[in-house]
């Protein structure tokens, strides 16, 4: 019997406050109708409650997506100054914050991250508020 094996595609997820969230975009209707009770669409982006999960994995892995829990996210975080156009950045951040003269985002993958410094951000581990403490709230971020 042929067996073959589909590269799935990762989608990174944070956990802050106890949801899990994460921003993708999905061609598929039938799967985003599966999650869409999780999308917060003034934030474009998923809230999972750690309680579905699992149930939430499984879902995507039927459509060959598989979630990656970010052990450290403030590798996914870039800073800009305040005052400059980050319309191109905020595309892909899951979550924002400010922070005296500064927006710090926190971006959906690592290409997003490498995407940000091509246009003026720098990332969190290399600015001078990295020493600072972050705390991400899913209320107001």
């Known amino acids: 019997m042929p067996s073959f094996d589909v590269e799935k595609t990762e989608i990174t997820v944070f956990e802050i406050d106890g949801l899990y969230l994460f921003r993708q975009y999905f061609d598929e209707d039938g799967l985003f109708q599966q999650l869409e009770e999780y999308y917060n669409s003034e934030r474009y982006r998923f809230e ?12 995507l892995d039927n459509y060959f997506y598989e979630l990656k ?5 403030a590798e996914y975080c870039a800073v800009i100054d305040k005052g400059i156009d980050a319309s191109d950045i905020m ?10 003269d500064f927006v710090i985002f926190l971006l959906k993958d690592k290409i997003s991250l490498k995407q ?3 246009h003026g951000a720098i990332s969190l581990e290399k600015s001078e508020i990295y020493k600072e403490v972050l705390r991400w709230k899913t209320d107001g971020s």
């Open 91 to 100: 595309r892909n951040a899951v979550a924002t914050q400010r922070h005296r």
């Open 116 to 118: 940000a410094k091509e």
């Open 48 to 59: 999972v409650p750690e309680c579905d999960l699992p149930e939430i994995s499984q879902i």
């Open 69 to 73: 829990l970010a052990d450290n996210p």
